[in-house]
């Protein structure tokens, strides 16, 4: 399969057009061909945890970046992987992702910024590519807990409060995962890969399912070890 690309709207290519929202923290140009790997060359390589192949670190002039394209699952991302049907600007996945990062982040949530985001409308579908700051020095959860072992026990309380905040903030994150939580050299946890979660009344049947999906997630990448963290962190959370 050919790397995806988005392809400028400067020579028109039936009928397609773009939008893009930018930071204003970041002086990043308005240019589509900044969410193509292939424009990046060496400075762009691989996410390798986690995901479906779909981001690239990325060397910027505007600092580090972690560059993701949307991509569908299951067996109908087999056929239509990138594509989505349009509806309007605003509902779509990059620029809704976009939003609430930047309004989390404004809140003081443990989530990165999103730097810049873009669509690409052909007739009545799109593609969509976002691109947010790299976390340095950080390694998933599923990571953290397979190299501390026994130890990891210290990463239940942190987990458990930063998962509690995003809950309390009214957030639901719709892939709450082993690879979507990130533990940094300080310890401090972070929270990536906002893709259609949103805004809502975070009932406690609603939190109960976001802690089951991360168990289930930690018991298939770490087994027996993650079983026994998971238990550790809704013990830790309800008490929180």
């Known amino acids: 399969m050919a790397e995806p690309g988005f392809r400028s709207t400067h020579r028109p290519v039936r009928q397609m057009h773009h939008g893009i929202r930018i930071h204003p923290d970041f002086p990043i140009p308005a240019r589509i061909e900044i969410f193509t790997p292939r424009t990046w060359g060496a400075k762009a390589s691989k996410v390798s945890d986690g995901g479906r192949n779909t981001a690239w670190y990325v060397s910027t002039p505007w600092g580090e970046a972690v560059l993701r394209h949307y991509h569908r699952g299951g067996l109908i991302g087999r056929f239509v992987d990138e594509r989505y049907v349009w509806v309007s600007e605003e509902t779509t996945r990059s ?12 809140e003081g949530l443990p989530v990165p910024r999103a730097m810049a985001a873009a669509y690409q409308r052909r007739g009545a579908t799109y593609r969509a590519a976002i691109m947010t700051e790299r976390l340095e020095n950080t390694i998933s959860l599923a990571q953290a807990i397979s190299r501390a072992g026994p130890a990891s026990i210290h990463l239940v ?10 809950h309390d903030a009214r957030v639901y994150h719709a ?14 946890i972070w929270l990536i890969d906002f893709d259609k979660s949103s805004r809502k009344t975070m009932t406690a ?6 802690l089951e999906r991360l168990g289930r997630s930690l018991q298939k990448l770490l087994g027996e070890q993650g079983v026994i963290f998971s238990g550790q962190l809704q013990q830790q959370y309800q008490q929180s």
């Open 205 to 210: 049947s609603l939190r109960e399912q976001s």
């Open 157 to 166: 309380a942190p987990v458990a409060a930063a998962i509690r905040q995003l």
């Open 175 to 188: 892939d709450l995962n082993a690879h979507n939580i990130l533990v940094d050299d300080n310890q401090k």
């Open 95 to 106: 620029f809704r992702e976009f939003d609430l990062l930047n309004a989390m982040h404004a």
